[in-house]
């Protein structure tokens, strides 16, 4: 009977736990909770712990943080009827849980689906040089078809990006060579700039050149022309100033120079010529200190004849 009692006990209590650990359900921070009543939407819970009903209700938790989609790759044919190959990833949110529980089944594999069917409506009117220059175009367009359809679902399309668009090989090959030869004529191209640029420097530093090589000779020139003439204005000083000492203290000398001239004219042909005793000439001849005893001699001999 006791043992019995017990495990009464212990089956009341073990079911309790299960009641308890039924009842009890954990909504993480990322995450919203809806809650059912008998397969009815009852309320929307926040993160934390919640209490239910046990086998009464249910919780349904959905993520509202960003999510990534990859859409598988899909080959799609453009207007120019060449075969691509496109890769996108779908970056989306949900923004309304009720609604992406209630409006849609699955609203990853819808989301999925739109994208690859938008993808289809917009390249197939592209054509392949069109498509693969104008992935951002692609990008904006399928963001806002997704966007306004998936609202309705209760999420919101952030962004879309193409990883890849991939054309046919052959047409891969002949884009490459094309590639190849717009850079080697791009490169040629440069090549023959530069040269041409090396000329017009070449060209500018021997006019440069040039140029200083006249200012300098100019310069030169200038600075001989002005050596000259002060060499000529020195010259001219001297003689000026030569002349002005011939005037000042030769004046004189220069004119009993020239009564001796006249002086020696007159001796050489034995002229007699009377001489003043006080002239400037007897000294210049050496005659100053002879004119006296001439005179004295002079004298004498008129003495002597008178007597």
């Known amino acids: 009977m006791y043992e019995l009692e017990i495990m009464i006990v212990l089956i009341v209590a073990a079911v309790i736990l299960i009641l308890f650990g039924a009842s009890v359900k954990k909504v993480n921070q990322y995450e919203k909770g809806i809650v059912e009543r008998f397969n009815a939407y009852e309320k929307m819970v926040e993160p ?16 509202m943080r ?6 598988p790759p899909q080959e799609i044919i453009t207007e120019d009827n060449v075969v691509v190959t496109i890769d996108a990833v779908i970056y989306y949110q949900v923004v309304d849980a009720k609604r992406a529980i209630y409006e849609i ?18 390249v197939g009117e592209m054509s392949l040089d069109v498509c693969l220059t ?3 175009k692609i990008n904006v367009e399928l963001r806002s078809v997704l966007d ?29 060579k ?11 191209r440069l090549l023959a700039t530069g040269r041409k640029e090396a000329a017009e420097q070449e060209k500018l530093g021997a006019i440069l050149t040039a140029q200083g090589e006249k200012q300098s000779a100019i310069l030169q020139a200038e600075g001989e022309a002005k050596a000259v003439e002060l060499v000529a204005d020195a010259q001219a000083k001297a003689i000026k100033a030569v002349s002005e000492a011939a005037n000042t203290y030769f004046k004189e000398n220069a004119q009993l120079n020239k009564k001796l001239d006249v002086v020696r ?35 004498q001999s008129d003495g002597s004849t008178s007597n």
């Open 105 to 122: 089944e699955d609203f990853e594999l819808g989301i999925v689906k739109l994208a690859q069917t938008t993808l289809r409506n917009i």
């Open 265 to 299: 004219d007159t001796f050489s042909q034995q002229t007699k010529v009377v001489v003043p005793a006080n002239s400037d000439i007897l000294n210049v001849i050496g005659l100053e200190g002879a004119v006296l005893p001439l005179k004295t001699q002079s004298k």
């Open 48 to 63: 934390g712990l919640r209490m239910i009903v046990p086998f009464v209700e249910r919780i349904y938790r959905v993520n």
């Open 134 to 136: 104008s992935r951002e």
């Open 178 to 188: 094309q590639k190849t030869a717009e850079q080697e004529r791009r490169q040629l």
């Open 66 to 71: 960003e999510q990534v989609i990859d859409v």
């Open 148 to 176: 306004q359809a998936t609202d309705k679902w209760g999420t919101k399309v952030n962004r879309i990006e193409l990883q890849r668009i991939d054309p046919p090989q052959d047409i891969q090959l002949a884009m490459h």
